[in-house]
């Protein structure tokens, strides 16, 4: 079993659609957990950034963690088609201080106008 | 633009062959990351150094190694390549160790023929 396992779509949604972007992870003792939005031919970029349980809002953005059933989520409200682009869950697996970046393989988002 | 700086963009080689890949990290930051983004394997943490020292380590094949110099710009010296090799490899740099946020390049796309 993947340490963090990840739909790799694609999903396909109109323009102004809520999405739901979804990770499970394996190991209960992570508390660091983010998203990535990654656009084609681009490097990863932080988007949101979540510690231990809970949710946290960004703009259109909201991450969610639920640590009893292990499960990380984005939703993206009002979408629009710059948002077309691969997500990525990730896991920080420290247990020494330095970070150590478990991904997913990723979610392909494609918004149509 | 993340300010960190990835070299060359492309490379094409062939087997049994040996690569370098360069990265120089954003201005100021002590921390870098070597990562490989293959389509089956999605992107996966290979080592870290920080300030010159190694720190963490990943799934990096012992073919590979890595190295930060003392200007901190860090090397990804790839040999005996396979076609598995194939991938994109990717840098990013973050402030510390610990920090949460890492800045990642755009990418050097490795094709081994």
């Known amino acids: 079993q993947k340490e963090v396992e990840q739909d790799p779509g ?3 949604v ?3 659609a809520i999405v739901s972007l979804n990770c499970t992870y394996s190991n209960s003792a992570f508390q660091y957990f983010m998203w990535y939005r990654q656009y084609s031919r681009k ?3 932080l988007l949101m950034y979540t510690y231990s349980s809970g949710n946290k809002e960004d703009g259109r953005f909201t991450a969610q963690v639920d640590k009893s059933s292990k499960y990380i989520s984005l ?3 009002d979408s629009q088609p710059s948002d077309s682009a691969t997500y990525l869950c990730a896991i920080d697996e420290r247990n020494t201080g330095f970070q150590k970046l478990v991904f997913g393989t990723g979610t392909r988002l494609l918004v149509s106008p | 633009d993340s300010g960190v700086t990835q070299t060359p963009k492309h490379l094409i080689t062939a087997t049994g ?3 370098t890949l360069r990265c120089s990290p954003r201005s100021g930051d002590l921390s870098v990351y070597w990562y490989q983004q293959s389509l089956d394997q999605g992107l996966q943490f290979l080592i870290q150094y920080y300030n010159g020292e190694e720190r963490a380590k990943g799934n990096i094949l012992e073919r590979f190694s890595a190295q930060q110099f003392p200007d901190l710009h860090s090397e990804l010296n790839l ?3 396979e076609l598995g090799d194939s991938a994109l490899y990717f840098c990013a740099s973050s402030p510390s160790t610990g920090n949460n946020e890492q800045f990642f390049g755009p990418g050097t796309r490795l094709t081994v023929l």
């Open chain 1, 10 to 12: 694609p999903l396909s």
């Open chain 1, 14 to 16: 109109p323009e102004g």
């Open chain 1, 43 to 45: 490097g990863p970029e």
């Open chain 1, 75 to 77: 939703f993206i409200r």
């Open chain 2, 17 to 19: 062959q040996r690569v």
């Open chain 2, 79 to 81: 040999s005996s390549l």
